[in-house]
């Protein structure tokens, strides 16, 4: 098991963003992962909202071994475009980069004029995105006439070494997961960590890759997991803090939230 640390939701200035990756790093954690792909954290917050891909490329030019992950949604990126920034980075810092991707589930972004389909459409997307982005890491022309991907020729380089990047892919339910299935290196177990939640997604993902032939057991996987340094708070402020900060696990219950969150002293 490998250990890694989300510095998340847009609560961190730059300069202090990048005191605790630095951190992070020279404690010998193997990834950060910072907030991507977001309109915004919300009305009342007041802090910089830093823009995931720009940090993203910053924390790799400004640390030496750490990988750094964020979240990209497929509907915000020209296929061709994201499989160039993708090889470029790993050009540049090879290795090093956790290239995560998802569907994206976030309504406010139709008031920045960005697109919000409907999630059979986004899944769609996904799907055709990661075709191509395949195909074009490949480093021959690739040509693909999709509901959502239109490729004439087209080619990317640089050509990452091997013509492949690890996918990792943030997944729950049936239709994302056989996404997974079809895609994925890593399965990034987009629940709370609760074991029969997850041992349910974990038997529909295995059902998939029956069917497409894969081994599920090939298939990595990643999951976060909400910890709270310092003493333990009541049941009711408890889950008050969890939903406040975790507002895309809104569908766990109070009764499973001591399963779902690690807390104590930093020791």
Not at 238 to 245: G, H, N
Request: aromatic residues 8%.
């Amino acid at each position: 098991m490998k250990l890694g640390v989300a510095l998340g939701f847009h609560v961190h200035p730059w300069e202090e963003l990048l005191g605790l990756v630095r951190y992070a790093e020279e404690l010998g954690y193997t990834a950060a992962f910072v907030d991507g792909d977001v309109s915004m954290l919300g009305e009342s917050n007041q802090a910089d909202a830093l823009e995931g891909w720009t940090v993203t490329t910053a924390l790799l030019a400004h640390t030496r071994r750490i990988q750094i992950g964020s979240m990209r949604m497929a509907h915000y990126w020209n296929a061709a475009k994201l499989a160039q920034a993708i090889a470029t980075a790993e050009r540049l810092t090879p290795g090093r980069l956790r290239f995560l991707i998802s569907a994206g589930d976030h309504p406010i972004d139709a008031r920045f004029g960005m697109a919000y389909p409907a999630p059979a459409e986004r899944i769609a997307r996904l799907d055709e995105t990661l075709t191509a982005l395949r195909s074009l890491w490949s480093g021959e022309s690739v040509t693909l006439h999709g509901r959502f991907v239109q490729l004439d020729r087209a080619r990317v380089r640089p050509v990452p070494p091997g013509g492949r990047i690890p996918i990792e892919i943030a997944a729950k339910r049936a239709r994302m997961l056989e996404v997974v299935a079809r895609h994925a290196d890593v399965w990034d177990v987009n629940l709370p960590p609760v074991a029969k939640r997850v041992e349910q997604a974990a038997a529909v993902l295995a059902e998939h890759c029956r069917r497409l032939g894969r081994d599920p057991d090939r298939i990595q996987r990643s999951m976060w997991i909400f910890t709270r340094v310092g003493e333990a708070l009541d049941a009711a402020a408890s889950s008050r803090e969890y939903r406040r900060l975790n507002p895309w696990f809104h569908s766990i219950r109070d009764d499973e939230l001591a399963e779902a969150v690690v807390f104590g002293t930093a020791s």
